[in-house]
């Protein structure tokens, strides 16, 4: 096995990861994959923290769309990152790694809540950190808490699991001429116009000179190939 690339990592998982084949929810074989991804990168000596998303239960917009107030849709959405998050957490704990999750919503009977602090003191203890409920505000997405919580805890790049192996000049599954990246800049992604993550992700992710790493989490093992410099990713970096 190659020396990883990095001391500490932030891997975003969205929630549609977490359903599989279904439609909808949790697919609890997908679930465990992944978690066993998590800890195999976690066994390489990588501190981890992960964000996991809630596309897969609720997302803010489309629950507004149904009558919903926006601000309430996203709380909707928040607390469904939470499901995903403790469902992650130990699914990571049966594969014999210690996690922690961390709410940017204070629920005490379910989960810590998020203080960096906290964060960092498990990050350091060697726990792998699923944070939930994204940045505990509304308006936001889990891809700008993923980017807040990877400077915050100062990781040294932010993978972004996808359902494409990296970054395309278009959709490839819509454009079969798209073609792929494997290094870019940031400013590159924004001359180009390229679709990475929402804007106020990216904005963080650039400010602070983040290596965002886009690769497929439909790959096995795809987590601790891309932080050994291995596998197929687009890599974004100053
Ligand atoms: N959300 C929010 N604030 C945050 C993060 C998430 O309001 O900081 C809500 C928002 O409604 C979003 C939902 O939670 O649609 C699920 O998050 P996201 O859509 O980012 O999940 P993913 O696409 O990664 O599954």
Redesign the pocket.
Known sequence: MTTPLYRRVLV??????LMGPQGFGLHQPTVDRIAADLAATHALGIELAVV?????I??????SSQGVDRAT??????L??VMNALALAAAIMRQGTQARVLS?LDMPAVAETYTRPRALAHLDRGRIVVFA?????????????AALRAVETGCDALLKATNVDGIYSGDPKKDPTATRYERLSHDEVLQKDLKVMDAAAFALARENALPVIVFSIHEPGSIPAVVSGGGRATVVSS
């Open positions: 975003k998982v969205s929630g549609e990861a996991v998303g809630g596309g897969n609720f997302r803010g917009v489309q629950v849709g996203d709380y909707m959405g928040m469904a990152t940017a409920a994204g940045t505990g505000n509304p308006f936001f997405t889990t891809d700008t808490a």
